[in-house]
């Protein structure tokens, strides 16, 4: 699924499309994706300006001049389109801005959502309640800490946890932990500080690179623009099972950790 680079990415693609614009009109063109369509989403969209674009952990988020917050999630498979020449069937909800331009929300696995929300108060939101911190543009080391003591779950899955760090996920949990040295089944919290400086330093770098990139094409992302995200190429771990660790110590291996794939070197990672 699009994670936190994609989605960042997506957002700043979006922004000098519709950040400053008024909104002409909106289309809804299926009642639901994961969940239905707000009640109203046309009506209170249309003819509303645009005036931020964001993201809060793997949410995108639009403001608008009346106090609206549309809120979107990618699922597995979703992606915005700029400009498409053609509106197909996967692409359900299009967006036409006053200065001619248009956006459409493509998903065919249909498991991304869309919603809409008061601006103000946005962070009782229910996708938002009891989120961890963002990790860019850094992470604070000792408050890292203190969020991991005496948790005696595994590193790798206490980072994919939303409460400990807002938006990691897999794909980037690896890399940081090959990174920072640190075996992902290790106890989150019995990781000493030098350690956990490394892994505060490796998660915003990874994530940076990442965006930088363009985010990671895996299943069917894409970047607004159309083009496809390189970072996996630039793996060190991830979906390399089999093959020589890059610092020349050992074969990456694979096992799966809370029903998901891990990555890992079991000679430099401890």
Not at 116 to 140: A, I, N, Q, W
Request: glycine content about 12%; hydrophobic content about 35%.
């Amino acid at each position: 699924m699009p994670e936190l680079p994609e989605v960042e990415t997506t957002v700043r693609g979006l922004a000098p499309v519709l950040e400053g614009e008024r909104i002409a009109r909106v289309e809804v063109r299926r009642a639901d994706m994961r969940k239905p369509f707000p009640e109203g989403l046309g009506q209170r969209l249309t003819g509303a300006r645009v005036t931020r674009l964001w993201r809060r952990a793997k949410y995108g988020l639009i403001d608008t001049d009346r106090g609206d917050t549309m809120i979107f999630h990618l699922g597995m498979s979703g992606s915005w389109r700029v400009d498409p020449e053609d509106i197909g069937k996967h692409d359900h909800l299009v967006i036409e801005t006053g200065a001619g331009r248009r956006l459409a929300l493509n998903d065919p696995r249909r498991f991304g959502f869309v919603d809409l929300e008061p601006t103000e108060g946005l962070e009782d939101y229910e996708g938002f309640v009891g989120m961890g911190p963002e990790p860019l543009p850094s992470v604070d080391a000792a408050a890292l800490k203190a969020r991991l003591a005496g948790k005696a779950t595994a590193i790798k899955l206490a980072l994919l946890d939303q409460r400990v760090i807002a938006g990691l996920g897999n794909i980037y949990v690896c890399e940081a932990l090959w990174r920072s040295r640190i075996a992902p089944g290790r106890k989150a919290g019995g990781i000493g500080a030098g350690r956990l400086e490394m892994l505060a330093q490796a998660i915003p770098a990874v994530l940076e690179e990442a965006i930088a990139a363009g985010g990671s094409s895996l299943r069917d992302y894409a970047q607004p623009n159309g083009e496809l995200g390189y970072f996996s190429k630039s793996f060190d771990v991830y979906g390399r099972e089999g093959e020589p660790c890059r610092r020349g110590c050992g074969t990456v291996r694979r096992r799966v950790q809370g029903g998901r794939s891990t990555f890992y070197c079991p000679t430099c990672q401890r």
